[in-house]
């Protein structure tokens, strides 16, 4: 027996859900992880061009640390994350994740870029096998 939920809408005849809506979903998550990554992209674009002007206006490499964009967004998060990490993660604390901290802005957001755009990527169809 085929038994599927079924969805009653106020003034109207039940109906069943269609199998076609969790992949409606995935599209649309896939969709929103591809547009949110591709916008960190430009935005790490922007800071590269950003530190790029600076640093041959002052004829030094100059850039844009993550905690300083940080900071100019919101400082008591900063605080509050940095705060958190230094009591969960101690041993990691100072060897790696202040290191995090000090790296270009335009890097630690191309990367988050590059993850959300792989993540919400088309999956590539199977040869010779039958995909639902």
Same mark, same amino acid.
């Given at each position: 027996? !085929?038994?599927?939920?079924?969805?009653?809408?106020?003034?109207?005849?039940?109906?069943?859900?269609?199998?076609?809506?969790?992949?409606? %979903?995935?599209?649309?998550?896939? &969709?929103?992880?591809? &547009?949110?990554?591709?916008? %960190?992209?430009?935005?790490?674009?922007? &800071?590269?061009? @950003?530190?790029?002007?600076?640093?041959?206006?002052?004829?030094?490499?100059? @850039?844009?640390?993550?905690? =300083?964009?940080? +900071?100019?967004? =919101?400082?008591?998060? %900063? !605080?509050?994350?940095?705060?958190?990490?230094?009591?969960?993660? +101690?041993? +990691?604390?100072?060897? @790696?994740?202040?290191?995090? &901290? =000090?790296?270009?802005?335009?890097?630690?957001?191309?990367?988050? +870029?590059?993850?959300?755009? %792989?993540?919400?990527?088309?999956?590539?169809?199977?040869?010779? @096998?039958?995909?639902?």
């Amino acid at each position: 027996m !085929n038994k599927r939920p079924v969805r009653v809408i106020r003034g109207s005849e039940p109906r069943r859900i269609s199998s076609a809506q969790p992949q409606q %979903l995935s599209v649309m998550i896939r &969709f929103l992880l591809r &547009f949110i990554g591709l916008c %960190l992209l430009a935005t790490g674009f922007v &800071f590269l061009v @950003y530190d790029g002007t600076k640093s041959i206006a002052n004829h030094d490499v100059i @850039y844009t640390k993550v905690v =300083d964009v940080w +900071a100019i967004i =919101d400082q008591n998060s %900063l !605080n509050l994350v940095q705060g958190w990490l230094k009591q969960k993660a +101690a041993w +990691a604390w100072d060897p @790696y994740l202040q290191r995090v &901290f =000090d790296l270009p802005a335009w890097v630690v957001i191309g990367i988050v +870029a590059i993850i959300l755009t %792989l993540l919400g990527r088309k999956k590539k169809p199977l040869i010779g @096998y039958a995909r639902d």
